[in-house]
C-alpha cells in the first residue's frame, strides 16, 4: 500500500492545508514512509483475535451528573481571535 | 397521480437528553442562559482536557433504546467524526461509528383517524453523541460576521435513525409525534422543539415504476424542520418535487442514468416560503475519518443490568392505550385523547373512572369539561379545581339519579369555582329531584295558562311547546327539561 499525491491532495483539503506544489511532493513522501512503516502489521496473523477498540484495558468511567461552575465569559472568549465579548465572531455561516 | 408513486421516508430524530451536566464535562445544559457562559476547557476544545462520560446521560440513552425495543450489545464504544465547523470547536464530534450503544428497535404507529394502517417503523440504531453549538446570523446586518455561542456544545444528544419505512407524511407526522410521547413519558426529554430538543431530519425519495422497471430517485435529506407541520409539509413539497424532477430527466435513457447516478443530496426546508432548497453536497462518510476516541474508556452493559432497566420502564404509552380500550371500554379516539395528555390525566382520568365505576361518563367528562377548561386557563391538570375525587362524585350522583344531568354542568361550575364535593355543590345550588307527580302539577298549570301554544302542537307544531320548558325552568329551577317536554305533549296528547 503506497499513498498517491491524490490521496494527499485529499487529506490536506478535509484538514483545510493549503500546501505548496513542493510541499506536497514532500508530504507524499513522507505520509507514504509512515503508511508503509505502520503497514507492517498486516504481517501479522490475526485471524480468531478479537478486534481492539481501546489501548487501555478500562470500561465504565463515568462521573455523577452534578454541574460545576464553568469558565467566565472573558476567559472563555479570550482565545477567540475575534469576539465582540459576548460570542465568537467568525465569517458569516449561511443556511444549515 | 397518486399512485404513479410511492414516498418513501426515513427520519432521524435528536433528542437532548434531560440532565444537569453535558456529556463529557460538567458545565450546565441549562436552555437560555447567555451566550458561552456555561463553557470550560474540555467542552471548547482545550489541549490535554479529557472527556468523562456523565452516568445519567447513559443511563437515559440507554432507557430510550430498550423502550424502543432496541438490541443493546455488551460492547459500546465512542469514535470522532471530524469534520471544520464554527460551532465544532474540537475539530471534531465525539460520536459513535461501528459499535453504537443500541440497534435493532422498532415504534408502532396508528393514527386513532385511519387515514393510514398501523405499521411497525423499524429502527436502525440509536447513538449516544454530543450536539454541537450554535451559530448566530443576523439576517438584517447583510455580511455581517456570525456569532458562535458554545453554551450547547456538549449537550447529550441521542441519534435515532429509523429505516426508510414510512409511506407517507401522516405517518412521518404520526411516528414523530409518538416518539415524543413515548420520550416524554420515559422521562428523558422535555422535547421542546422551540427549544431544539427535539430535532428531525427526513430522507425522503420516490420508488416509482418505468416501463417495467423499479426506480428509485435519489435520496434528499431535508434540514432545517423546526415543527412537526414542517416536517409534514416539507415531504409533501419534496416528494412532489422530486416527481417533477424525474418526469424532467426520465427520458432520454443518457439523462435518466445520470440522474439516477446523482449523490444524496442535502436541502433545507424554507418554512415561509413553503420550499426546500440545495444546500451543501453531503460529505461522504468515510470523509469524517471516524476514529475510536482514544481520551474515553468504552462502555459494557450486561445482560441483567438491561434487563433491570426494562423492568424500571413506565408503562409506555401504547401499552396504556391498551389498557384504555380493554379494561375501561374506551374507543381509538378517546383512548388516544387522554394518553396524547401526559400521565398525569391519564392519571387523573383514571381515579376519577375507578373511583365513579363509570368510565365512559368520566372519559367524557375528563375529556370534553376538564380540557375545555383547562385550555380556557391554559394550565395543566395537576392545578386543576376539581379533585379526581370530587369529579368521581359527580359522575356517581348524576348516574345514582340524586343529580339531573340537566344541572350536572352547573354542579361542575360551583365544584371547580371553590373546590367543593359534589353534595356542597348540590346544596349551594337548591337542587333537589322533583317527584313526577310535582311536575305534572306544574305542566298543567302551564298548559292551562298557554292556549295558544297547546293550539298549535295540536296542530302539529310539536316544537311549540319549547317556550314552556323556560317558563317551568323559571318557576321551579329543578325542574328537568327532557321530563317538562315529555310530560306536556303526553298532556296535550290526552287532551290536558
Redesign the interface.
Known amino acids: 500500500m503506497s499513498l498517491t499525491r491524490q490521496d494527499v491532495e485529499k487529506v490536506a483539503l478535509l484538514a483545510r492545508l493549503q500546501l505548496t506544489d513542493d510541499e506536497l511532493a514532500t508530504m507524499t513522501d513522507q505520509l507514504a514512509q509512515i503508511v508503509d512503516y505502520v503497514d507492517q502489521l498486516a504481517e501479522v496473523d490475526t485471524d480468531g483475535v478479537e478486534p481492539m477498540a481501546h489501548a487501555v484495558e478500562v470500561a465504565n468511567v463515568f462521573a455523577a451528573d452534578e454541574v460545576r461552575p464553568s469558565l467566565p465569559r472573558e476567559a472563555a472568549l479570550a482565545n477567540g481571535p475575534r469576539t465582540n465579548g459576548r460570542g465568537y465572531l467568525v465569517p458569516a455561516v449561511l443556511g444549515d | 397521480m397518486s399512485n404513479a408513486y410511492t414516498t418513501v421516508i426515513g427520519l432521524e430524530v435528536h433528542v437532548q437528553l434531560a ?3 453535558k456529556l463529557f464535562c ?3 445544559t441549562q436552555f437560555g442562559a ?8 474540555v467542552c ?1 476544545g482545550m489541549p490535554g482536557t479529557l472527556p ?7 443511563q437515559l440513552a440507554l432507557r430510550t433504546a430498550v423502550a424502543l425495543n432496541c438490541d443493546i450489545p455488551e ?1 459500546t ?1 465512542w469514535d470522532r467524526k ?1 469534520y ?1 465547523y ?2 465544532l470547536p474540537k475539530g471534531y464530534q465525539i460520536s459513535q461509528y461501528d ?1 453504537p450503544m443500541s440497534d435493532d428497535g422498532f415504534l408502532e404507529i396508528a393514527d386513532a383517524k385511519d387515514r393510514f394502517e398501523p405499521k411497525r417503523v423499524r429502527i436502525i440504531r440509536a447513538h449516544l453523541e454530543e450536539d454541537a453549538g450554535k ?3 443576523d439576517e438584517a446586518a447583510g ?8 453554551n450547547r456544545t456538549g449537550t447529550p444528544l441521542l441519534e435515532i435513525v429509523s429505516q426508510p419505512d414510512m409511506r407517507s407524511a401522516a405517518e412521518a407526522r404520526a411516528y414523530l409525534e409518538e416518539m415524543k410521547l413515548l420520550l416524554t413519558y420515559i422521562g428523558v426529554s422535555d422535547c421542546n422543539m422551540q427549544e431544539g430538543s427535539l430535532r428531525c431530519d427526513a430522507n425522503v425519495n420516490l420508488h416509482l415504476d418505468h416501463e417495467g422497471e423499479s426506480i428509485a430517485t435519489p435520496i434528499v435529506e431535508i ?2 424542520l423546526n415543527s412537526f407541520r414542517a416536517v409534514e409539509r416539507a415531504i409533501e413539497y419534496e416528494a412532489a418535487r422530486q416527481y417533477k424532477e424525474w418526469q424532467e430527466n426520465s427520458e432520454p435513457p443518457k439523462a435518466r442514468q445520470k440522474y439516477l447516478a446523482r449523490p444524496k443530496q ?1 436541502r ?1 426546508w424554507d418554512d415561509a416560503a413553503g420550499v426546500t ?1 440545495a ?2 453536497e453531503k460529505e461522504e462518510s468515510s ?1 469524517y ?1 471516524y476514529f ?1 476516541d ?1 481520551d ?5 452493559t450486561k445482560g441483567d443490568e438491561v434487563q433491570a432497566v426494562r423492568e424500571a420502564l413506565p408503562e409506555l404509552p401504547a401499552a396504556l392505550r391498551e389498557r384504555l380500550g380493554e379494561d375501561y371500554g374506551l374507543g381509538t379516539y378517546d383512548a388516544d385523547v387522554l394518553v396524547n395528555q401526559g400521565r398525569a390525566l391519564v392519571d387523573y382520568y383514571l381515579a376519577v373512572a375507578d373511583g365513579s365505576g363509570d368510565p365512559k361518563a368520566a372519559c367524557n367528562w375528563v375529556t370534553q369539561d376538564v380540557l375545555r377548561v383547562l385550555k380556557d386557563q391554559e394550565s395543566t391538570i395537576d392545578q386543576f379545581g376539581v379533585s379526581a375525587e370530587n369529579l368521581a362524585g359527580l359522575v356517581k350522583a348524576i348516574d345514582d339519579g340524586q343529580l339531573p344531568s340537566s344541572r350536572a354542568r352547573e354542579a361542575f361550575e360551583v365544584m371547580l369555582a371553590d373546590g367543593s364535593a359534589v353534595d356542597a355543590a348540590i346544596t349551594k345550588l337548591g337542587i333537589e329531584q322533583v317527584d313526577e307527580s310535582a311536575l305534572e302539577d306544574l305542566c298543567r298549570e302551564l298548559l292551562a295558562a298557554n292556549p295558544k301554544i297547546v293550539a298549535d302542537v295540536q296542530d302539529g307544531k310539536q316544537q311549540a311547546v319549547g317556550a314552556l320548558i323556560g317558563q317551568a325552568k323559571k318557576k321551579n329551577p329543578n325542574a328537568d327539561p327532557a321530563l317538562v317536554r315529555q310530560i306536556c305533549l303526553k298532556l296535550i296528547g290526552e287532551g290536558v
Open positions: 440532565t444537569h451536566s460538567r458545565c450546565s447567555e451566550p458561552n457562559t456555561q463553557t470550560c476547557p471548547i468523562v462520560m456523565n452516568r445519567q446521560a447513559y460492547f464504544k471530524q471544520y464554527p460551532d459499535l451559530s448566530i446570523h455580511k455581517a460576521d456570525s456569532e458562535i455561542d458554545l434540514k432545517n442535502t433545507g432548497r444546500q451543501r470523509d475519518r475510536p482514544p474515553l474508556a468504552p462502555v459494557i
